[in-house]
């Protein structure tokens, strides 16, 4: 068999990215309390990611569209929007989510639990747009690697420990 | 704060810990290097190279005249040989399989003393009052860390100040990376 050569594109922390070419392989490197977002077109088999660092802009007024995506509430409507305008439709999108993990679990107890906030937003945003989550591994203490295969749309999951699933 | 300063209280702090654990371990502690930059807050998490990399990890946050978190980062081999050098006898008795408690104790006591030296020395060269918390030691992807020191710091610039200091014991490259993240 012909080996695929893949062509990696990382999805840093706070960043969207999406695609229609079957040779990326979109990944999101060791989420901790952040939460990566796969959206993907079965029909039209175009992807995207987002690397979600905070749940809520709270109103903040963003000047740079770079930064934007950083927050929940902008970065996965602005990633459904992107990939709309790449042919994608918001009807047939399905969901996989992965991390929003606690590393510190215990330490801070006064401090909010900001991997569980980034989780329930993600989740609200996605209901609102009528988008269903069919894969997730969240949750826990520890960090995931996420990655998204634009030729099929499979998405795996790997931790620091070895273990590596698909969602 | 002035990061000028900053930088030089550090490196006074780091040369006491340095002869600290020179004695304790009997080998040459070297402080490699001690560098401040403004980071892309989305390069953080490579800071310390592949950012899936399994690190062993010492998590603290200060308060007081001023707030930040201070990660001290470990390869599991070199954490290895740091144990090896400070508890030799101990570490040849010990299966494989019974090391992590070892290695997270070495971890603590040695991230201790860096983490209270450098602290120390901005406190008392600032005249400021730094109040750290309890250390927490963490195994997993070095990027995960980091960016959760981040989420925990609800840093929201794009620019990060960051202070990295690379470290080595004997001749090996054994050794550790501290980053401090002032807020």
């Not at chain 1, 809520?56 to 569209?65: D, F, K, Q, T």
């Not at chain 2, 600290?20 to 998490?45: A, C, F, I, N, Q």
Request: glycine share 8%.
């Amino acid at each position: 068999m012909a080996e695929v050569k893949q062509n990696v594109i990382v999805v840093k922390l706070g960043q969207i990215a999406w695609s229609d070419r079957p040779e990326d392989l979109l990944v999101a490197y060791s989420l901790g309390s952040c939460v990566g977002l796969t959206l993907w077109d079965p029909v039209e088999r175009i992807g995207g990611m987002a690397h979600v660092f905070l749940p809520s802009s709270n109103g903040r007024e963003i000047s740079r569209l770079e930064e934007a995506p950083r927050f929940a509430d902008i970065g996965v409507p602005l990633l459904i929007e992107r990939m709309e305008r790449k042919g994608a439709s918001r009807k047939r999108l399905v969901a996989r989510m992965a991390g929003g993990a606690s590393l510190f679990p215990g330490l801070f107890r006064e401090m909010p639990d900001i991997g569980a906030q980034n989780v329930s937003a993600v989740v609200e945003i996605l209901q609102k747009h009528s988008i269903p989550i069919v894969g997730s591994d969240v949750g826990g203490n520890c960090g995931r690697t996420m990655r998204l295969e634009i030729r099929t749309g499979r998405t795996t999951v790997a931790t620091a420990f070895g273990v590596k699933k698909e969602i | 704060m002035n990061y000028d300063d900053v930088i030089r209280h550090i490196g006074e702090g780091l040369e006491s810990a340095r002869k600290t654990l020179g004695t304790l371990t009997g080998k040459d502690v070297e402080v490699t290097s001690v560098k401040r930059s403004e980071m892309s807050l989305s390069e953080v998490p490579f800071l310390a190279g592949a950012p899936d990399s399994v690190v062993l990890a010492s998590y603290i946050r200060f308060s007081g005249d001023c707030r930040g978190q201070i990660l001290i980062l470990y390869r599991p081999d070199n954490a290895k040989d740091l144990a090896r050098a400070l508890a030799p006898e101990f570490c040849a008795e010990l299966k494989e399989e019974e090391t992590e408690d070892l290695l997270e104790s070495v971890v603590s006591e040695v991230s201790n003393i860096l983490g209270s030296a450098a602290l120390n020395a901005i406190a008392d060269g600032t005249e400021s009052t730094l109040r750290p918390s309890p250390p927490c030691i963490v195994r997993d992807m070095a990027g995960a860390i980091l960016e959760a020191a981040l989420v925990s710091g609800t840093v929201l610039s794009e620019k990060v100040p960051v202070v990295d200091v690379r470290m080595k014991l004997g001749q090996t490259d054994a050794g550790a990376e501290m980053i401090f993240l002032p807020e």
